[in-house]
């Protein structure tokens, strides 16, 4: 009795030390003060709101990019600890799988993206931000900027800290989660910039359900039923204005809007502005579709350049494609030396608060030596080029033949675009007939501006210092008549017409209120077929007047720029 009674205790002590023993390797075992795992859980659940907060406030795919690749990265890694713990005897698995929950990991390689992503982009990173613009704006963006740089991946190294120190997992457990984690976020950042993002960054129908389900629907629960609930979000995708259509801008490689934003009128060159209208026009271009924004240091003394900017920051950086000018600095003053072209676009940077910008375009080059341009201004642009702080190089001009003096004395891929104006309108088909083909030929995208020749096609005429010859303001005058008669507008005539031929990749257009895009943007739909006009009928018949008014004119154009350009 005394013996099996001994046996007995001892088996019992046993028993007890094994299951001490096992509390001790196991981490997942251990008991954790409430306090850590209520820390632990708020956090986890604080970042996963900030998340999702974020996908519903930008409602477009990038973001959705971001959220699906951190989810793939848990995957990955759980998937990993599983097969290497499987590959053990048996008898050395751990009980405890060794890596943090998918939830854990999903935030953890999140902060990874993000840290990327805002090294990448700098402060247009704050566009990401869970919060409207208009909030981001009245905070000047920098507390967000602050935020997404180092607040999210600092939650994601404490929510790892945590994890560690309420013994989930060990040091090097966590080391080489991270190590595999941030390997897949390099890889997945790559994947993105060449493959996915030219794609995502594109407007799509998913971004309209996305956009009614949190902003639309909310409105109609509280006064609908659930069946009339879901027959509106229905309607209201289906009747969201489509984004405008894009398309390829030479061998750049960038697919520009149809319509791009001139910047022009942010610089009060045809009329007073209110900044604050200025920067919300720049705004609602973005949520259009408009992609492409143009302007230049001439513009209100480069006050266009500084107003922009303050638009852009609001915008993500990688959904837009800005362009700026170098050489023409007031109405009589020019420089396209090189020294001058280096601290024209450093200035430029600074005022439009970028580190690039992609396209540099030498500004209004009749003006100047065409050999200089050939000898000095290019050669000076190639080496931003090379630098990265320009992407692409562009000249601009009235004269067609400036462009085929230039081009056919450079190499191939030296200039990338070319930005013609006043030769592609109701009453000027030059750009078309003259130039295209060629221009084709050297691999170079074209951009048109002005289509109403600088004012010409409004109602109101043009402005007192419009070159044109009195023939052609007289019929432009007779025309906007006529399409007013009709029940149509001449601007909206113009810009239908210019948006036609699809060798053009984009057509500028002078933009500074809401209101503008808006018109603009649905003239455009209408012009390309996605949404049908209301007043169709109206305009085609107005249409045929114009031209038979405007025929007489056709081609009439007036001298710019040195005597030898013309």
């Known amino acids: 009795m005394r013996r099996t009674r001994s046996n007995s205790h001892r088996a019992t002590a046993s028993a007890s030390s094994s299951a001490s023993t096992a509390k001790e390797g196991n981490p997942a075992a251990r008991q954790h003060h409430p306090l850590l795992d209520t820390i632990n859980e708020s956090t986890k659940w604080t970042v996963s709101a900030a998340v999702f907060t974020t996908l519903a406030a930008r409602r477009d795919l990038i973001c959705a990019w971001w959220v699906f690749g951190s989810i793939l990265a848990a995957v990955l890694c759980r998937a990993l600890k599983f097969a290497l713990n499987e590959a053990r005897p048996s008898t050395a698995r751990k009980a405890d799988p060794g890596m943090p929950s998918s939830h854990a990991n999903s935030l953890g390689f999140l902060a990874m993206f993000v840290s990327i992503w805002a090294a990448n982009t700098g402060t247009a990173a704050a566009g990401t931000a869970a919060v409207s613009l208009s909030t981001i704006s009245s905070i000047n963006n920098s507390p967000m900027v602050f935020f997404l740089s180092l607040g999210i991946p600092a939650l994601g190294l404490f929510l790892t800290w945590l994890r560690v120190a309420l013994g989930y997992h060990t040091v090097e457990q966590v080391a080489a989660g991270w190590l595999l984690g941030s390997s ?179 500004h209004d080059i009749e003006f100047a030596s065409l050999d200089q341009i050939i000898e000095e201004t290019l050669p000076a642009l190639l080496k931003l080029k090379e630098r990265g702080v320009v992407r692409n190089i562009g000249i601009t001009g009235l004269p067609l033949k400036i462009y085929k003096y230039i081009l056919d004395r450079v190499s191939i891929g030296t200039v990338d675009v070319v930005l013609s104006y ?87 257009v002078g933009l500074c209120t809401a209101a503008q895009v808006n018109e603009n943007c649905d003239a455009a739909l209408h012009a390309l077929g996605v949404v049908e006009s209301p007043t169709a009928a109206e305009e085609k018949k107005a249409m045929e007047h114009v031209v038979e008014l405007l025929k007489p004119c056709m081609n009439l154009t007036w001298p710019s720029g040195l005597p030898e350009n013309n």
Request: proline content about 6%.
């Open 184 to 362: 897949i976020a390099v890889g997945w950042w790559q994947l993105g910039i060449k493959k996915a993002f030219p794609i995502l960054v594109q407007r799509t129908e998913l971004q309209f359900a996305l956009y009614s389900v949190t902003t639309e629907l909310p409105a109609h629960l509280s006064r609908q039923t659930t069946k009339a609930i879901s027959v509106s979000v229905r309607s209201s995708v289906m009747t969201s204005p489509p984004p405008l259509p894009r398309r390829y801008l030479g061998q750049t490689g960038l697919e520009v809007s149809v319509l791009g934003f001139g910047a022009s009128p942010l610089g009060g060159v045809f009329q007073a502005i209110d900044e604050s209208e200025g920067i919300a026009s720049v705004q609602a271009a973005f949520n259009r579709g408009i992609n492409f924004f143009d302007t230049s240091p001439f513009y209100g003394d480069t006050k266009s350049e500084t107003v922009l900017g303050k638009g852009l920051k609001l915008l993500p950086r990688d959904q837009i494609i800005v362009a700026t000018k170098i050489g023409r600095y007031g109405q009589n003053t020019f420089d396209f030396s090189a020294e001058k072209v280096n601290a024209s676009i450093e200035e430029s940077l600074t005022r439009l608060q970028l580190d690039y910008v992609d396209l540099l375009q030498c």
């Open 422 to 508: 006043c030769h592609h309108h109701l009453s000027d088909s030059t750009l078309e007939t003259d130039l295209i083909s060629y221009l084709k030929g050297k691999k170079v995208g074209i951009i048109n501006a002005s289509p109403l020749c600088m004012g010409l096609f409004t109602p109101q005429g043009p402005p007192e210092w419009h070159p044109a010859p009195p023939e052609l303001k007289a019929a432009a005058a007779a025309a906007a008549a006529a399409a007013e008669a009709a029940g149509a507008s001449l601007p909206k005539l113009a810009l239908m017409h210019c948006l036609q031929n699809e060798d053009i990749s984009t057509t500028l």
